[in-house]
């Protein structure tokens, strides 16, 4: 995939992957009510969620389906 902007996101298939401790996608948002928004959805929709908090940035991590993590943020 490809935006208007050059970023190349390439997904690959792997039999077993080990991402660093670390690794992470993050998705930034526009703001804090966006932000509960998505949270609140997430919980809804059955995933383990802390609620958002302030720390670099107003943000909460979900782990997504296939073992990685995922920050929303604003």
Known sequence: MRDKDGFILNLMKGKEVQYPKTFHVGFP????ELINKMNQRLKEDGFLVEPPKHAHAYTFYVEAPGGFTIEVMC
């Open 29 to 32: 948002q526009e703001n804090e």
